[in-house]
């Protein structure tokens, strides 16, 4: 996305001549004040600085949401009271408790190192084919039906020849795994909701920020219309006013950068 915010504002103007004029004046009309107004909505795009600190909150937003998934995308081999636990720790700036923070995040690495240990014992009491191939399923950039079917069909087949010890933990493992990953997909739906609500609110406030300014302007101006003169289309940007006008577009970002505060990019606060 070049920019986070891209107006059209559809109109034009048309002009109808007279048609029926008597006879043609001894002297050039005199010419009257305009009333229509012109702006051009790329330069304020670039210029206004509220773009671009909307840019970069935007940025941060997603950024913390990504860590948040990241963080909670390691822990799968946690039980999923133990990843309910760690997901109400992850939301908190400064953790209420960071030793049992520090203690789950220990323990999803320790039970990940445990799986993959009998992983590794599942694959050996394969044959070698049998072995390769479930390597090449896991390593497969695409995850079909099919394959995950013949991928549980071989780790269960290895599985059966672990000790009763181990085939009991490699279970309780991968179950754990199976019920948190569901967890973490519901998670990562729920972030990005939040991302793209939070950017669809960023650019309704850009937006009231430009015609609050663009009103006082006119106001100021007289002008009863105000024009963009580009407007953006899928074969690219055509310019839409070709003669004629006001340019109040440095009026407008003027205003723009001096009434911006960075505080008004926050969410209202909840009563």
């Known amino acids: 996305m070049k920019h986070l915010l891209r107006f059209g504002m559809l109109a034009a103007l048309i002009a109808i001549p007279a048609l029926f004029a008597q006879s043609a004046p001894a002297k050039p009309a005199a010419p009257t004040a305009s009333v229509v107004g012109v702006i051009d909505v790329d330069t304020i ?8 600190a909307a840019q970069t909150y935007w940025g941060n937003f997603q950024q913390a949401r990504l860590a948040v998934y990241q963080e909670l995308s390691a822990a799968v081999f946690l039980t999923p009271a133990e990843f309910d636990e760690l997901k109400i720790f992850t939301q908190q700036k400064v953790k ?103 950017k669809v609110r960023l650019i309704d406030l850009l937006t009231a920020q430009m015609q609050t300014a663009i009103e006082k ?4 101006n007289n002008l009863s219309i105000v024009l963009n003169r580009n407007l953006a289309t899928q074969q690219g940007s055509q310019q839409l006013v070709l003669w004629g006008g006001m340019d109040i577009t440095d009026k407008v970002l003027e205003q723009m950068n001096a009434t911006f505060k960075p505080e008004s990019l926050e969410p209202p606060k909840e009563k």
């Open 45 to 52: 795009d670039k210029d206004y600085k509220g773009f671009e």
């Open 96 to 198: 209420t408790n960071q030793a049992r923070y520090d203690e789950l995040t220990a323990l999803a690495k320790k039970n990940e190192a445990e799986f993959n240990a009998l992983m590794d014992k599942v694959k050996g009491n394969l044959s070698k084919e049998d072995s390769d191939r479930l390597n090449e399923l896991q390593s497969a950039p695409q995850y079909t039906r099919d394959t995950g079917a013949e991928m549980d069909e071989l780790i269960a087949r290895g599985v059966e020849k672990l000790s009763d010890e181990d085939k009991t933990r490699f279970n309780e493992i991968k179950k754990n795994q199976n019920e948190v990953n569901g967890a973490v997909a519901d998670l990562g739906e729920k972030l990005s909701t939040e991302i793209e609500d939070e």
């Open 217 to 220: 302007v006119a106001k100021d």
